[in-house]
């Protein structure tokens, strides 16, 4: 394997194509100056050309189908293929947002029935699958805790009180929709502080965004506690549904006292995740909010000739929040992953992703120190850092892909000092917990005996440690533009070469 893959440019020749056109079965007829492009310089490939070099890029990647790759809060998990087919059957993948309700009553019934599968999930009223990302359906479920306010003339409640332990993008999204962040600390078992709350609830308060379980991947101990704080003071409660994975079929939200949370279908309902999308986090109301979820959700209505769906906005709806109806594919593949597992299937799914998080805590707990020695949930935080070696946190998750294995989410959350947020899933084996525990524990063992190796590391990669910070302010946007790069640095490695239970399989930096 060549220490570099050409781009398509390099691979170009004049003459060279993927395909013949047909001839053409209308009459010749010149193009007016002003519509004819300039040669765009466009590179001439053959079909055998192409597919080389898009597969030989797709095997640089790691993704989840790939290895283990336990991207702490972000839920990586085993997309079942069965759900890909079902979203590629015609009636689903054809299907145009502008066709007449009439014709597409079957993909208007299977948004009915995840709706009402939400709901019934998260413990909600009414559920809208409008907003088309975890974020986006922060940001929508904060305008509808802006409406009810409004409505009911409250405009001096303007602030939001987000814990030192909740989502990074809670505090953007408030103050994208207009309010401002009031950020309470953690106690020393990882729960949000009482008495903080406590000082921070008044008529100003508009409410709370919750992440629970937290980021420390702990349930909230007195979440009870916290709910009737808030709304004691006429504050609402949001509940960041991104650590779902945890809890579903064993707790509900809406139980909780939580008036409205979104649930991201790309985590906890095995959609595809990363990459930019497609996502989807439709947000769940109580009864209370329901009339201000965005539109249109999908109603039944009784007709002589049988039960007709139909779209509609809620009576209060602060509109659309998406174009159409949202990420149809991710609702189809959602829908049949709920369909297949079940109630049982999905609380035994939380249960396994529970009990494997513990597992490899409990494990890594003698190599690495976890600041909360307790039950975690879905997902733990142990401090990355070798202690007396000069190795962080990072040099640990880059040596981890000689291993074969993608890094945990690095130094976050903020509050625990070079942190590593590991979450398996529920998917995998006891077999690759194990090989990842080996992982771990050798890279500790390397980092005492030399430190220098982890902290080069990657070294069987084919590109190896990046300026990350130069990387992101200096954006390679085009394969042309990657011609002035040159190869990538050091030897290729070589065919079965490896280094520990990965060995042999080359992933990439990120």
Not at 162 to 187: K, R
Not at 341 to 360: D, F, K, P, T, W
Not at 397 to 424: C, Q, W
Request: proline fraction near 8%; charge should be neutral; hydrophobic fraction near 40%.
């Amino acid at each position: 394997m060549h220490d570099t893959i050409a781009t398509v440019y390099e691979l170009s020749a004049p003459g060279r194509a993927g395909m013949d056109l047909p001839a053409s079965d209308v009459p010749a007829s010149d193009l007016p100056a002003e519509e004819v492009r300039a040669d765009c310089g466009l590179p001439e490939l053959s079909q055998l050309d192409v597919v080389r070099h898009y597969l030989a890029l797709s095997q640089r990647n790691f993704g989840v189908d790939s290895g283990f790759y336990p991207l702490g809060s972000c839920t990586m998990k085993f997309n079942p293929k069965v759900n890909e087919a079902i979203a590629r059957m015609p009636g689903f993948s054809e299907a145009h947002p502008l066709q007449p309700q009439e014709t597409v009553q079957g993909n208007l019934a299977l948004m009915f029935e995840l709706q009402r599968w939400l709901a019934e999930i998260g413990g909600f009223a009414g559920v809208s699958l409008q907003p088309s990302a975890g974020a986006h359906g922060e940001f929508t479920g904060l305008l509808m805790m802006r409406a009810f306010h409004r409505e009911r003339g409250d405009i001096k409640r303007t602030r939001i009180i987000i814990p030192d332990s909740a989502h990074g993008t809670n505090p953007a999204s408030t103050t994208m929709a207009g309010f401002t962040a009031v950020e309470v600390p953690s106690n020393g078992r990882g729960n949000i502080d009482l008495e903080a709350v406590r000082a921070a609830c008044n008529d100003t308060l508009a409410g709370i965004m919750i992440t629970n379980p937290n980021t420390l991947g702990l349930f909230e101990e007195r979440i009870g506690e916290v709910v009737e704080l808030v709304h004691a003071c006429g504050g609402l409660v949001y509940g960041d549904g991104a650590n779902l994975n945890a809890v579903v079929g064993i707790v509900r939200p809406g139980d909780l006292g939580f008036d409205v949370m979104h649930y991201n279908l790309h985590k906890t309902f095995s959609t595809p995740h990363g990459g930019g999308g497609p996502g989807s986090g439709p947000v769940g109301a109580s009864a209370r909010l329901r009339d201000f979820l965005p539109g249109p959700v999908v109603e039944m209505a009784n007709d002589p000739n049988g039960p007709r769906y139909r779209l509609a906005m809620p009576v209060k709806s602060i509109g659309r929040v998406s174009p159409f109806c949202g990420n149809f594919g991710m609702f189809v593949r959602a829908y049949a992953y709920i369909r297949q597992h079940g109630a049982a299937g999905l609380r035994a799914n939380s249960e396994h992703a529970v009990l494997n998080a513990n597992y490899l805590r409990v494990k890594l707990r003698d190599a690495f120190k976890v600041p909360f020695e307790r039950i975690n949930m879905h997902e733990f935080v142990c401090r990355g850092a070798v202690d007396g070696a000069g190795v962080r946190a990072l040099d640990v998750s880059k040596r981890l892909l000689d291993y074969g294995f993608h890094p945990p989410t690095n130094y976050f959350p903020l509050i625990v000092p070079e942190a590593l947020m590991i979450e398996p899933t529920e998917t995998e084996s006891k077999p690759t917990l194990d090989a990842f525990v080996e992982a771990m524990t050798a890279i500790t063992k390397e980092a005492r005996s030399d430190p220098a190796q982890v902290k080069a590391a990657p070294h069987r990669t084919p590109v190896r440690r990046l300026d990350e910070v130069k990387a992101a302010r200096e954006l390679v946007l085009s394969d042309r533009a990657a011609l002035s790069l040159g190869p990538l640095p050091g030897p290729a490695p070589q065919a079965g070469e490896g280094s520990g239970p990965g060995g042999g399989r080359r992933r990439r930096d990120e």
